[in-house]
C-alpha cells in the first residue's frame, strides 16, 4: 500500500488511502511553498515525517515567526458525508480537541468560509463564539482569545480548514 496507516492517516471516505495520501502531500506542498516565499523554514520532508510531526513541526515555525499562535490545527472535509473532521491538531497548552467532527452545515461560520473562499478573524473569542457545540465550548474552556481561519481548497475543491488560534487578542 501506500504506507498511510503507517503514518497515522486515514482513508478520507469516498478516497482511497493513497489518494488521500497524494491529497495531503500536494497541500503540503502548496502551503510550505507559500509560507517559505515569505522567509525560509526548516520543515521536514514530506517522506520522512508523519503529518501530525509536519503540522507540528510548521506550527513551530509559525509559532518562531508569530510567537502568539498558541494552537494550528487542520479539519479535512468529507464531500460524501458534508462533514469537517479534525485532522491533525498541534496545541501548545490546555488539552486537545481530538477526534472531533462536525456536519459543516451545522457551523454557519465555516460555511461561510468555503462559500464566499475568505478567511476569517475573531478578535475576541468570549464575546463573539456564544455558540454551544463542542469546538465553541472548547476553545472557551481553553482561554483562547483570538483565531484566524483559512478555508482550503485545492484545485478549486474545498478540503477543509486550518485553524490558527490564540491565547491572547
Known sequence: ???????????????????????????????????????????????????????????????????QVDRSACALYDPQTDTLRTFVDSTQHGARLQAYERPLGAAPSLLRRKELRQTRVIHDIPASVQGQSPHSRWLREQGFQ?????????QGEFEGVLFFDSAQP
Open 1 to 67: 500500500g501506500c504506507g498511510c496507516r503507517k503514518r497515522g492517516i486515514e482513508p478520507i471516505a469516498g478516497r482511497s488511502a493513497g489518494a488521500s495520501l497524494a491529497m495531503i502531500d500536494r497541500m503540503w506542498a502548496d502551503l510550505e511553498s507559500s509560507i517559505t516565499a515569505l522567509q525560509p523554514l526548516a520543515l521536514p520532508e514530506p517522506e520522512a515525517a508523519s503529518v501530525g510531526e509536519r503540522v507540528r513541526s510548521l506550527h513551530q515555525e509559525v509559532m518562531r515567526a508569530v510567537p
Open 146 to 154: 483570538s483565531s484566524y481561519t483559512v478555508p482550503l481548497f485545492y
